[in-house]
């Protein structure tokens, strides 16, 4: 599955051109406010892509670290931090497969977009 994820990274953001991530980190925001135990400032963002929703969430204020298993789709993610963010909050990006995947710290919330989930198998 990764090599179809390296290959898809490429059309990525041109087919989704039009979704509306900070709607989305809008609606993200207000999960955090309504069910979340104390402010939410460090989130995992699992299957993060091209960071469609690490960019926003980044310059709300959020610590973010994004993980995927295609290296092209985390490329194009760095690309647009390089050309879009500036200062000391800048994301991290990492390799990884999310179905084993141990960091060694803890989040305040972990988030895993769009059709992540479904893309699991065994």
Do not use: W
């Not at 059309?11 to 406010?33: G, I, M, R």
């Not at 295609?70 to 647009?80: G, T």
């Amino acid at each position: 599955m990764t090599a179809v994820f390296n290959a898809y990274a490429a059309y990525y953001d041109p087919l989704y051109q039009d979704k509306d991530y900070e709607a989305e980190c809008d609606f993200l925001e207000q999960v955090f406010v309504h069910y979340a135990r104390a402010p939410i400032r460090t989130i995992l963002d699992l299957g993060c892509g091209t960071g469609g929703h690490v960019l926003p969430l980044v310059q709300r204020g959020y610590e973010v670290i994004g993980v995927d298993r295609s290296e092209k789709m985390l490329s194009v993610a760095q690309a647009k931090v390089a050309s879009t963010l500036e200062g000391s909050n800048i994301p991290t990006f990492q390799r990884g497969d999310i179905r084993n995947l141990d960091l060694g710290r803890t989040f305040d919330a972990v988030i895993a977009m769009f059709a992540v989930i479904s893309y699991q198998t065994q």
